[in-house]
Antibody
Framework: QVQLVQSGAEVKRPGASVKVSCKAS????????IHWVRQAPGQRLEWMGW????????DYAQKFQGRVTMTRDTSINTAYMDLRSLRSDDTAVYYC????????????WGQGTLVTVST | DIQMTQSPSSLSASVGDRVTITCQAS??????LNWYQQKPGKAPKLLIY???NLETGVPSRFSGSGSGTHFTFTISSLQPEDIATYYC??????????FGQGTRVEIK
């Protein structure tokens, strides 16, 4: 069965960086885009961008341009999301998600990674 | 950016009631619209994709309809396990993909 397993919770200082991993199993990693979505406490879901594991192409929401980098390592079926220059309003649960065939519909989600930015 | 506006923001209904949530897009998104269910502390779960298609394994009491800018999500007979927040998500414009603000469903 398809599974996405994310790395554990992180606590960071303002100005630091965080790198969240998302290990995929149960399917061919290079055949489906991985999206990253975050959710601040009590807020709506917010799309950050996607990575195509086949080739590594990416697209980021303009809000995160210059601060986010999405990468992948196909040898270990893992996608990464690196967010820099963290601020307190980056405190959120970060999710990776895999889409279905032919639609940008996120059918498989990681368990989420809580990133807390605090002094 | 395409704005997605859900209504109501919250609702309270009895077990067995029919529940309807609407999602309005600020621009035409054809049928590029998904619905998700999120329970507290959990990741979202895809229920409906491409406006009206029921995801595999999702109970048939959930349904979706609409196209263009106006979409509807319905629970035909509310069950206690349906207590959650529901989100619509558009991908008619991928730059960026956007979600509605959510509708919290509670049992009366």
């Amino acid at each position: 069965q398809v599974q996405l397993v994310q790395s554990g919770a992180e606590v960071k200082r303002p100005g630091a960086s965080v790198k969240v991993s998302c290990k995929a199993s149960g399917y061919t990693f290079t055949e489906f885009y991985i999206h990253w979505v975050r959710q601040a406490p009590g807020q709506r879901l917010e799309w950050m961008g996607w990575i195509n594991p086949n080739g590594g192409g990416t697209d980021y929401a303009q809000k995160f341009q210059g601060r986010v980098t999405m990468t992948r390592d196909t040898s270990i079926n893992t996608a990464y999301m690196d967010l820099r220059s963290l601020r307190s309003d980056d405190t959120a649960v970060y999710y990776c998600a895999r889409v279905i065939v032919g639609a940008v519909s996120m059918a498989y989600w990681g368990q989420g990674t809580l990133v807390t930015v605090s002094t | 950016d395409i704005q997605m506006t859900q209504s109501p923001s919250s609702l309270s209904a009895s077990v067995g009631d029919r529940v309807t949530i609407t999602c309005q897009a600020s621009q035409d998104i054809s049928n590029f619209l998904n619905w998700y269910q999120q329970k507290p502390g959990k990741a979202p779960k895809l229920l409906i994709y491409v406006a009206s298609n029921l995801e595999t394994g999702v109970p048939s009491r959930f349904s979706g309809s609409g196209s263009g800018t106006h979409f509807t999500f319905t629970i035909s007979s509310l069950q206690p396990e349906d207590i959650a927040t529901y989100y619509c998500q558009q991908y008619g414009d991928l730059r960026p993909i956007t979600f509605g603000q959510g509708t919290r469903v509670e049992i009366k």
